[in-house]
């Protein structure tokens, strides 16, 4: 499963927290926000709190932080070997 990251949009920090299935759970400035879940590339529906259903209700906020997850790239990890700094040198 991917690993927890962060975004920005705007000057608003999240933090995105990977569930499975195209579901991520949100915090939002350091505190528990929502959680949303993937329609479309274009289209993501955040989940009733209660109930954990889709709500079917246009949210722009939800829609961009859901292109920005699409578009978040992790950052490759070096390994504890040093797999990076093995290369031959001539």
């Known amino acids: 499963m991917q ?51 889709p709500l079917f209700e246009a949210d722009e906020e939800i829609n961009a932080i859901g292109k920005e997850i699409m578009d978040y790239v992790p950052d490759p990890e070096e390994d504890e070997e040093g797999e990076f700094e093995d290369e031959e040198e001539d």
């Open 3 to 53: 690993e927890p990251f962060d975004i920005h949009i705007g000057d608003t920090h999240y933090a995105v927290f990977p569930e499975g299935n195209d579901t991520y759970t949100i915090f939002k400035e350091g505190k528990e926000y929502t959680q949303i879940q993937k329609d479309t590339d274009m289209q993501w529906l955040k989940l009733d709190p209660e109930s954990a259903l």
